[in-house]
């Protein structure tokens, strides 16, 4: 009998840390998630009696989100963040899941990130810049949703785009996935390894920084130089 579960499409679960997350950011969240499978799951959280949630309550139908109502049941006691986290166990421990998008900009989320990793299921989280470190590398991919909203707002055509800078951070990270991943002859080695090794060390996303892939980020960094090769499939070697 085949395995139902390798039959099944894959199934993402997505979380929504309704106080810590902007519903301008949802169409592209779940543009990303969609790398990772249909998000068949869609939960928000938070007191909906708060005027500041009003943006989510008018797009929660909208986007098929089921809304989670939890009440503040004592000052400066946030009971939101409990309830996500126990409903991302419980789906954790249920099987039907293989993998968790997370919006919130709370670093409060780390543990539950880390916990969800070690089953060895992606997690994507989408919070702002300010976004504790913590939270952020606990993630497989991190995304700054400002970038993902400024993506989105710079479609008009008369606007000339700036040109997207890549921190020297991101360019070192590259350069030692590169010189530790398997080089043919020539110097070449497999973005697909290259970007393997680099997520290893780090929850960077090439969308961060205004490129839709890792593959456009590669090519706009003056010290790599690349090659497409049979089946699509892209090589990049280190210049001097």
Same mark, same amino acid.
């Given at each position: &009998? $085949? ?15 309704? =106080? ?25 959280? !938070?007191?909906? %009696?708060?005027?500041?949630?009003? !943006? ?15 009440? =503040? ?9 409990? +309830? ?8 954790? $421990?249920?099987?039907?899941? =293989? !993998? ?7 670093? =409060?989320? &780390?543990?539950? $990130?880390?916990? *969800? ?16 470190? %913590? ?7 991190? *995304? ?11 479609? %008009?055509? $008369? ?19 590169? +010189? ?6 020539? !110097? ?51 210049? +001097?």
């Amino acid at each position: &009998m $085949a395995d139902s579960k390798r039959d099944r499409r894959t199934n993402v679960a997505l979380l929504i840390d309704a =106080d810590n997350a902007s519903p301008d950011s949802i169409d592209p969240v779940l543009t990303v998630l969609a790398e990772l499978g249909t998000v068949n799951i869609r939960r928000i959280y !938070g007191n909906w %009696s708060k005027p500041a949630l009003k !943006g989510w309550s008018n797009i929660s139908h909208q986007y098929a989100i089921e809304p989670q109502q939890q009440f =503040d049941v004592a000052k400066h006691k946030n009971a939101t963040d409990m +309830k996500m986290t126990i409903d991302a166990m419980d789906l954790l $421990a249920s099987g039907r899941v =293989d !993998g968790f998008g997370i919006m919130s900009s709370d670093s =409060d989320f &780390m543990p539950l $990130a880390m916990r *969800i990793r070690q089953d060895g299921l992606p997690v994507y989280g989408f919070g702002t810049g300010k976004t504790p470190e %913590s939270f952020q590398k606990a993630c497989t991919r991190f *995304i700054d949703v400002t970038a993902l909203e400024a993506k989105n707002d710079a479609a %008009s055509p $008369a606007k000339s785009k700036p040109k997207p800078k890549v921190d020297a951070e991101v360019i070192t990270l590259l350069i030692d996935a590169l +010189k530790a991943s398997k080089r043919d002859e020539r !110097g070449f080695a497999s973005l697909s390894e290259m970007g393997s090794r680099a997520g290893n060390r780090s929850s960077f996303d090439a969308r961060n920084y205004g490129f839709p892939r890792l593959s456009e980020l590669v090519k706009a960094v003056p010290r790599f130089a690349t090659e497409t090769r049979e089946g699509g499939r892209m090589f990049v070697k280190l210049v +001097k």
